[in-house]
């Protein structure tokens, strides 16, 4: 669903390598310095200070790998995430550790005396426009009206964005019509054709059968079994082929899929159903809350949701005074909560 890579000139052609696969350069912001989760970025920062993969020096590779693996799945992953190493090679002074969280892959770097991990790598041979790479500030609060346009940006299997979706969703049943909620989609896609295909189903669902989007949602967001929901939300499926047959056309998704040359970065196929509203508010990764046209920060459990929402009211509605779960939900499917309210990790 993306277009060619000529006309994406904007954005950085350099993989940068990063935490849940790659970061990019987006029309208006960049996440190239940010790990996805916050915990692992504190405890790789330890480690590089500390020596805390100490205990790896004069290890082949394939042990450094074993043991390093080790470490970053007892004390860096959590709520049953773990990571697999997928490959581990020499690269100069560096082992270049590609791991698998969730289906999806970034690589690493290790010192071959085990002493420092670094999270990325960049190029110095490339000139960087850093005018590009500027982040703009998030409010805060969001701009009021009477009735808040509510935009969540996600990718479908990315575990951040399921994660705000499942503090969105009580907020949305609550407040109902009072607000113009709606489920958009960053415009690459990193977790393959699996993720193009159900973020092609649910754009056609909340377009045409929007009274069964929540219950469809709701129902993928448990186990990710989109096929097993249709049933159970009740989509009428041959509207929804009709529509989603019309929208493969108009946004070329199967073409760009198909078309490694039009990837980002040379990785991800471009989906691009919601290409306008991605450049308008300079989207740079999944999940990106915009309300009434600026994108905001919150953390991501239902009260919190709901306080940050109801700020954008001229006059909040009385559903705003009821009380939702203030428990954060777990990242990837699964409805279990995990605690405290967080605002970390992002895919992209």
Known sequence: ????????????????????????????????????????????????????????????????????LKYINENLLSGGTTATLKEIKSEGDMYVLTLDIQGSEFDSYLTKDGKMLFPQAIDLTETVDTAAQQTPQQAAEPPKSDKPVVEAFVMSHCPYGTQIEKGLIPVAELLRDKIDFNIKFVYYAMHG?????????????EKEQNTNFIPYLKCFLEAGDGEACLT?????????????????KQFEITKNLEDEASWLSGRFPLFNINKAENEKYGIGGSPSLVINGEEVSSSRDSASLLKTICNSFNKAPSECEQELSAAS???????????????TGSCG
Do not use: R
């Open 232 to 248: 159970e939300a009740k989509i009428d499926t041959a509207k929804l082929k009709t529509c989603a047959d019309a929208a493969d």
């Open 1 to 68: 669903m993306e277009e060619k890579e000529h006309e994406h000139k904007h954005h950085s052609e350099h993989e940068h390598k990063v935490h849940h696969a790659a970061k990019h350069t987006s029309p208006k912001k960049s996440n190239t310095w940010m790990w996805v989760s916050a915990a692992l970025a504190v405890i790789l920062i330890i480690s590089i200070f500390t020596s805390g993969f100490s205990s790896l020096s004069g290890k082949s590779k394939d042990k450094a790998g074993e043991e390093a």
């Open 193 to 205: 054709e699996k993720e193009v295909k159900e973020q092609l189903n649910q754009y056609c669902i």
């Open 329 to 343: 939900p777990s990242a990837g499917f699964g409805m279990e909560a995990t605690g405290a309210a967080t605002a």
